[in-house]
């Protein structure tokens, strides 16, 4: 049902991700808002690592309330405030992700919703 696409005729991939993923037909789309780092009491985690942790672990709950997991994951996009945070979601990003690589595109921005927010996933899923 889903097919890596990673055209010889371009660059290949630069980190953990596939450049395209193609999926037919799809039986189920879960469209995820953005997630940030923030605990199931509403709190907001110190630091980018485990503000990104925070925000894998809400996406898997996600998933699995609607019957999906990592492995139905066709897209990410993160967005990281400031440079200097890039190197620590991508260390969580790849220890989630394992071998799962789908397209991924990393936006590192001035700032989220709130001054505290290090770190957003924005997910789609699909089966």
Same mark, same amino acid.
């Given at each position: 049902?889903?097919?890596?696409?990673?055209?010889?005729?371009?660059?290949?991939?630069?980190?953990?991700?596939?450049?395209?993923?193609?999926?037919?037909?799809?039986?189920?789309?879960?469209?995820?808002?953005?997630?940030?780092?923030?605990?199931?009491?509403?709190?907001? %985690?110190?630091?980018?690592?485990?503000?990104?942790?925070? !925000?894998?672990?809400?996406?898997?709950?996600? &998933?699995? #309330?609607? =019957?999906?997991?990592?492995?139905?994951?066709?897209?990410?996009?993160?967005?990281?405030?400031?440079?200097?945070?890039?190197?620590?979601?991508?260390?969580?990003?790849?220890?989630?992700?394992?071998? %799962?690589?789908?397209?991924?595109?990393?936006?590192?921005? !001035?700032?989220?919703?709130?001054?505290?927010? &290090?770190? #957003?996933? =924005?997910?789609?899923?699909?089966?």
């Amino acid at each position: 049902m889903k097919r890596v696409i990673n055209p010889h005729a371009i660059a290949p991939p630069a980190s953990a991700y596939n450049h395209g993923l193609l999926t037919k037909p799809v039986a189920a789309l879960l469209t995820l808002s953005g997630q940030l780092g923030e605990a199931p009491d509403g709190t907001c %985690l110190a630091g980018a690592t485990d503000q990104a942790r925070q !925000a894998w672990e809400n996406i898997r709950a996600i &998933l699995t #309330e609607a =019957d999906m997991g990592l492995e139905d994951v066709a897209k990410v996009t993160s967005y990281i405030v400031g440079q200097e945070n890039i190197t620590a979601y991508v260390a969580v990003h790849k220890e989630v992700m394992g071998d %799962l690589l789908p397209p991924w595109t990393l936006v590192v921005v !001035a700032a989220l919703g709130r001054p505290e927010y &290090l770190i #957003e996933v =924005d997910v789609t899923a699909a089966r």
